[in-house]
T-cell receptor, first 113, second 115 residues
Framework: AQSVTQLGSHVSVSEGALVLLRCNYS??????LFWYVQYPNQGLQLLLK??????LVKGINGFEAEFKKSETSFHLTKPSAHMSDAAEYFC???????????FGKGTRLSVIA | EPEVTQTPSHQVTQMGQEVILRCVPI?????FYWYRQILGQKVEFLVS????????KSEIFDDQFSVERPDGSNFTLKIRSTKLEDSAMYFC?????????????FGPGTRLTVT
């Protein structure tokens, strides 16, 4: 069965510091990978996704993620954190075809001034 | 920009009562989904719906759950006899197509509290 592991339920960084949110997946087939963000009282918004091709994908708000097949990872990064980045971040995998999204438990990002 | 909407934002109900959670998907989307997140746990898939029938459901989606598209705009999740463990955030999502290449757009969620 497919699964997604997000290391760290809560990550705290200083404003301007590097953001690194970790995601590892297990999948028996090449997956599609996603990062979603949830701001307070809002729905899940797609940040970026990896489907095929270039393994480094860029998303909205300066975020990017790199698909590393050998490490089964899809870590999310942003060079410089902004206060507005404080939110819950979810990594998800969609193994094949019409299969539903499989989510990780989420990581709450706090940004300290 | 089109968005998925859900009502109510928060529902409190007593154990054993029926609840209906409502969603309005994006108008040209054909595939609809319900997910839920119990506090502190993962977002979990419940059910997908296409062409007026369930296309896939998870083990969680047992006989107490049902979904319906009663008209051209609403998509509902009914829980017939709520249990304490049904307390969760319920997310509705929609997409143009079912294939994984098509993004699922999520609503803001309904927080269901069963007392």
């Amino acid at each position: 069965a497919q699964s997604v592991t997000q290391l760290g339920s809560h990550v705290s960084v200083s404003e301007g510091a590097l953001v690194l949110l970790r995601c590892n997946y297990s999948s028996s087939v090449p997956p599609y990978l996603f990062w979603y963000v949830q701001y307070p009282n809002q729905g899940l918004q797609l940040l970026l996704k990896y489907t095929t091709g270039a393994t480094l994908v860029k998303g909205i708000n300066g975020f990017e993620a790199e698909f590393k097949k050998s490490e089964t990872s899809f870590h999310l990064t942003k060079p410089s954190a902004h206060m507005s980045d404080a939110a819950e971040y979810f990594c998800a995998v969609r193994p094949s075809g019409n299969t539903p999204l499989v989510f990780g438990k989420g990581t709450r990002l706090s940004v300290i001034a | 920009e089109p968005e998925v909407t859900q009502t109510p934002s928060h529902q409190v109900t007593q154990m054993g009562q029926e609840v209906i959670l409502r969603c309005v998907p994006i108008s040209n989307h054909l595939y609809f989904y319900w997910y839920r997140q119990i506090l502190g746990q993962k977002v979990e898939f419940l059910v997908s719906f296409y062409n007026n029938e369930i296309s896939e459901k998870s083990e969680i989606f047992d006989d107490q759950f049902s979904v319906e598209r009663p008209d051209g705009s609403n998509f509902t999740l009914k829980i017939r006899s709520t249990k304490l463990e049904d307390s969760a955030m319920y997310f509705c999502a929609s997409s143009e197509r079912g294939d994984r290449a098509y993004e699922q757009y999520f609503g803001p969620g309904t927080r269901l509290t069963v007392t």
